[in-house]
């Protein structure tokens, strides 16, 4: 039942891409764009019998990686600085990175941003 449910939003979303594939076409002429496979269409993989002798794989420990603040922590601490020293501080922070908005900066920026903003905010 819930096989049937999924390939029905797949045939709408197929549908609605065909839509918007045929208007991206007649404006630009990319065709990238390609409709999702239903779950009928799909192959199942085949499992590997496990060999008793095998022993099985041990998996990596998940490694924690952190991509540093986000646009929305970015955005928040420019506001915070705006509304603790105004307009031109933030806007002073911005204009060191030769960005007229906030989605203007370097994703690479963004901690120097946050921790830049959070001085400014405690001096």
């Keep these: 039942m819930i096989e049937k449910k999924i390939d029905e939003l797949i045939a709408a979303l197929n549908a609605n891409t065909e ?3 045929g208007s991206r076409i007649e404006i630009t002429g990319d065709t990238s764009v390609t409709p999702i496979k239903s ?3 799909k192959k199942p993989k085949a499992k590997k019998a496990a060999s008793k002798t095998e022993k ?6 998940a ?5 540093g603040p986000s646009l ?5 601490a420019l506001i915070r600085l ?3 020293k105004g307009r031109d501080a933030a806007k002073e922070i911005l204009d060191a990175y030769s960005a007229k ?15 830049a903003a959070e001085q400014r905010i405690a001096a």
């Design 56 to 61: 099985p794989a041990e998996e990596p420990e």
């Design 19 to 21: 839509a918007v594939l």
């Design 82 to 84: 705006s509304d603790a």
């Design 72 to 76: 929305e922590t970015v955005r928040d």
């Design 63 to 67: 490694e924690t990686v952190d991509e």
């Design 39 to 41: 779950a009928a269409e």
């Design 101 to 115: 908005k906030i989605g203007d900066l370097p994703v690479d920026k963004y901690p120097v941003v946050v921790h």
